[in-house]
């Protein structure tokens, strides 16, 4: 089912709503220039729909939602958005976010606290943003394709993403799957893509004071985050645990679904 709910300053969110309405809601953030379209797998898994209610949210500028000219630099924006998803999906969220939604996360946790939350998984996710901040070192690959990947130009910008797409998976996954990933990029004005990163973040204090329970997901060959974000959570956040994709890149629930599905499945009926 899509949906929509308001977030700050009235902005509209586009909405992925699968599974039981009366079951305990898993969240699903996606990162920079992606949409909850990503999260495909996930939404048609029999074993967490039966069992979750899943809500993929797009993000302001993203997919679904609207593409308001700014906002994008203001973590009260971020938060108050993530804070209408939550409210829609009911108490007791687990919340899912991938890349730059770790970001988005911690802004909402920044502003609006713990509270709805009942566990966090930071999906190949930054946590800061900004020249030196541990918690936000990106790859070789976003460092040698992003000021392409921002370009008005398609000529410029087109085969950056294209093989930003394609290098941020690894392993067999479908051509189809790669060609989505761009897609969802391609939709994604050049001024959205580029006002993400009009931000110098840090969120230590933010980490060190998460009192729910925490999974901390990477690939070790992820291109685009580099792992030492990953470990830089796990040192911060109290209680977190780890669960590392041996040779996997950035996407874990696209390049190995099942595998991740499973630790996501664990993970929440824990919590």
Same mark, same amino acid.
């Given at each position: 089912m899509r949906t929509e709910v308001v977030g700050h300053g009235g902005v509209r969110l586009g909405l992925q709503v699968e599974g039981a309405e009366n079951s305990r809601p898993i969240v699903f953030v996606h990162g920079w220039a992606q949409s909850g379209g990503c999260?495909?797998?996930?939404?048609?898994?029999?074993?967490?729909?039966?069992?979750?209610? @899943?809500? $993929?949210?797009?993000?302001?500028?993203?997919?679904?939602?609207? *593409?308001? +000219?700014?906002? !994008?630099?203001?973590?009260?924006?971020?938060?108050?958005? @993530?804070? $209408?998803?939550?409210?829609?999906?009911?108490p007791d969220a687990i *919340?899912? +976010?991938?890349? !730059?939604?770790?970001?988005?996360?911690?802004?909402?946790?920044r502003v609006h606290g713990t509270a709805r939350l009942r566990g966090l998984v930071l999906v190949g996710a930054i946590t800061e943003?900004?020249?030196?901040?541990?918690?936000?070192?990106?790859?070789?690959?976003?460092?040698?394709?992003?000021?392409?990947?921002?370009?008005d130009d398609p000529d410029i910008a087109v085969p950056a993403l294209t093989a930003f797409s394609r290098g941020m998976v690894t392993g067999p996954v479908p051509g189809a799957?790669?060609?989505?990933?761009?897609?969802?990029?391609?939709?994604?004005?050049p001024s959205v893509r580029s006002a993400l990163?009009?931000?110098?973040?840090?969120?230590?204090?933010?980490?060190?004071?998460i009192d729910k329970p925490t999974l901390v997901v990477h690939g070790t060959a992820d291109r685009v985050i580099e792992p030492?974000?990953?470990?830089?959570?796990?040192?911060?956040?109290?209680g977190a645990t780890g669960r590392w994709f041996l040779d996997g890149g950035h996407a874990p629930?696209?390049?190995?679904?099942?595998?991740?599905?499973?630790?996501l499945r664990q993970f929440a009926e824990e919590c």
């Open positions: 999260w495909a797998a996930q939404l048609a898994d029999p074993a967490l729909t039966e069992r979750f209610r @899943l809500v $993929a949210m797009d993000l302001r500028g993203h997919g679904a939602s609207d *593409v308001p +000219a700014s906002g !994008y630099d203001d973590p009260q924006v971020w938060a108050d958005d @993530l804070a $209408a998803v939550l409210d829609f999906a009911g *919340v899912v +976010a991938w890349s !730059y939604g770790g970001l988005v996360l911690t802004d909402h946790i943003i900004g020249r030196d901040r541990p918690g936000g070192r990106v790859g070789a690959l976003m460092r040698e394709h992003l000021r392409a990947m921002l370009s799957q790669v060609q989505a990933l761009l897609g969802a990029s391609l939709s994604v004005p990163f009009r931000r110098d973040v840090g969120s230590e204090d933010v980490l060190a004071g030492s974000a990953a470990e830089h959570a796990l040192g911060k956040i109290p629930f696209a390049e190995s679904a099942a595998e991740f599905d499973a630790v």
